[in-house]
């Protein structure tokens, strides 16, 4: 499974607390997103939301990028397109972060120190 952390931008006109219209379509994806989760094989392993910066992030897993571009292209996500924008960013955890930076080093021959 690969991880992916997928960014959600509206404006101050379209946020979904103060308009009604992306409020429905908000709700709606919310309540339709476990089955295009199930759907794409993607799982959600956190999220959250920066009020004063109109942004909600999702930290996904999923098989790969096609499965959360799909995911993203029905029709309750694109609903939302209407409000804001919709960004997939490929994402490590930390841990592959480690792992990378080992290897790289390990292919260099050099030592990691502190």
Known sequence: MATFLM???????????????????????????????????????????????????????????????RASMEPEYFALNKFGTVEIKPALSGEEMVKLMQQQFQQQRTPITA
């Open 7 to 69: 960014l959600l931008k509206d404006t101050p006109q379209t946020c979904s607390l103060f308009n009604a219209q992306s409020a429905k379509a908000t709700l709606d994806w919310l309540a339709k997103l476990p089955e295009i989760n199930q759907k794409y094989g993607i799982k959600i392993l956190a999220s959250c939301t920066v009020l004063s910066e109109h942004v909600s992030t999702m930290i996904v897993e999923a098989p790969s990028f096609e499965a959360v571009q």
